[in-house]
């Protein structure tokens, strides 16, 4: 099955500066990688997707980029601001009959923004 | 709209007792799955349905049983509680974005102790 990891598992990054969180997957098959933010307390929510067809993906602040070849995909959070404090999950999956449901997800990186 | 309702959202069971995690969602979603959620081990796939009638097993189904018999619920069973039960159990259910991209969208979240 699907194997992700996911790095740093805690970040803090001065308000303003820029963020990155890294992941890697192992099964070639997998080909949509979407990215999840956790507030605190709070239920997971979709911030940012890509498809294994893209090399990066941007919405307003935040970026996604993958490298097929290598495996790994990496997300870029701009212009940090408080509210952007929380976990971060990336994750992985390949297609199946449905679609792109079944989702591996890594261990999450604490995202801490320092005012 | 209520999205995607768990109930209930803390729970303290002994060890051996059983229970029932209700999730319901009224987005007609045909995709819906659990993941329990550990501290540094990420969103973990219990189990998951595409459709009423049809679950299958994710990565970590052992002392846990589904149903499905409609689209709208799917009910998590602890058989015999155990203390590594102790966990964040989330319900989501997924819609089919373009491309076969899908979002989840998760419920609030149940705090479960077993002492």
């Known amino acids: 099955g699907e194997n992700v990891e996911q790095h740093p598992s805690t970040l803090s990054v001065q308000e303003g500066d820029s963020a990155v969180i890294k992941c890697t997957y192992s099964?070639?098959?997998?080909?949509?990688f979407p990215w999840y933010k956790q507030e605190l307390g709070k239920r997971p929510q979709l911030i940012i997707d890509?498809?294994?067809?893209?090399g990066e993906k941007k919405d307003q602040r935040i970026a996604v980029t993958l490298n097929k070849t290598a495996k790994h995909f990496s997300l870029h959070i701009t212009e940090t601001q408080p509210e952007d404090s929380a976990v971060y999950f990336c994750a992985a999956s390949s297609t199946s009959n449905f679609g792109n449901e079944k989702l591996t997800f890594g261990t999450g990186t604490r995202l801490t923004i320092i005012p | 709209n209520a999205g995607v309702t768990q109930t209930p959202k803390f729970q303290v069971l002994k060890t051996g007792q059983s229970m029932t995690l209700q999730c319901a969602q009224d987005?007609?979603?045909?995709?819906m799955s659990w993941y329990r959620q550990d501290p540094g081990m990420g969103l973990r796939l219990i189990h998951y349905s595409v459709g009423a009638g049809i679950t299958d097993q994710g990565e970590v189904p052992n002392g846990y049983n589904v149903s499905r018999s409609t689209t709208e619920d799917f009910p998590l069973r602890l058989l015999s509680a155990a203390p590594s039960q102790t966990s964040v159990y989330f319900c989501?259910?997924?819609?089919?974005?373009?491309?076969?991209?899908?979002?989840?969208?998760f419920g609030q979240g149940t705090r479960l102790t077993v002492v």
């Open positions: 099964d070639s098959a997998s080909n949509y």
């Open positions: 987005m007609n979603h045909e995709y």
């Open positions: 989501a259910s997924s819609v089919l974005l373009g491309q076969g991209d899908t979002e989840a969208f």
């Open positions: 890509i498809r294994s067809n893209v």
